[in-house]
């Protein structure tokens, strides 16, 4: 058995929780989020989801991370294997940032509102996980007029969905403005 010649890194103790901390940061900004109370609009209109902004601000977590962590650690290797763990911890956190935090941001500044006259194709409804809760939907598909990627499935309220379903309306108006972010948001159905 051959001995090595270089002998194992020592590394801070705090080291492996800094790794962690793509992942960690965005689960708290949501937290902070839903303590401060959250007063923005977060519906996101489908097809305008803040998947890029996610991967951005992962993308930024974990060099942040990475930074923290290995400043003043000389070793390659240890490096490495830190850049390798930010980046599974960051992927990680991708979905979180992207549902989280980032559409309360993206809702905090309002601009071009407009209204687009939508079909209504269908209402759905769907148990909430581990509840006996309801999601409600309604499945919308928009007109030529080059709205056609904003089609698909909107969140509504209860209350919406036992509207439409007493009205059974053909057409509907959906309220919809640019985030902070570029995201679509939803602000009102009517």
């Known amino acids: 058995m051959k001995q090595r010649d270089e002998p194992r890194p020592a590394v801070p103790g705090s080291f492996f929780a800094k790794l962690m901390l793509p992942f ?18 977060r519906a996101i209109a489908p097809g305008s989801g803040l998947k890029l902004a996610g991967l951005v601000a992962t993308g930024l977590t974990a060099y942040a991370a ?31 940032w992207s549902t989280g935090p980032l559409p309360s941001i993206n809702g905090a500044v309002l601009t071009d509102h407009r209204t687009v006259v939508m079909s209504l194709d269908r209402l759905q409804v769907t148990h909430k996980s581990r509840s006996r809760d309801f999601y409600h939907w309604a499945w919308l598909s928009a007109g030529a007029d080059g709205t056609r990627h ?41």
């Open 24 to 41: 960690a940061v965005p689960i708290l900004a949501t937290l902070v989020l839903i303590l401060a109370g959250d007063r923005w609009p």
């Open 66 to 96: 990475w930074r923290i962590a290995t400043g003043g650690l000389p070793d390659a290797r240890v490096r490495r294997f830190a850049a390798l763990l930010c980046c599974v911890t960051g992927l990680m956190g991708w979905p979180v």
């Open 150 to 190: 904003l089609s698909g499935r909107y969140f509504i309220s209860g209350q919406t969905h036992a509207r439409l379903s007493r009205e059974a309306p053909a057409r509907v108006e959906v309220k919809l403005a640019r985030g902070l972010l570029g995201g679509v948001v939803v602000t009102g159905l009517d």
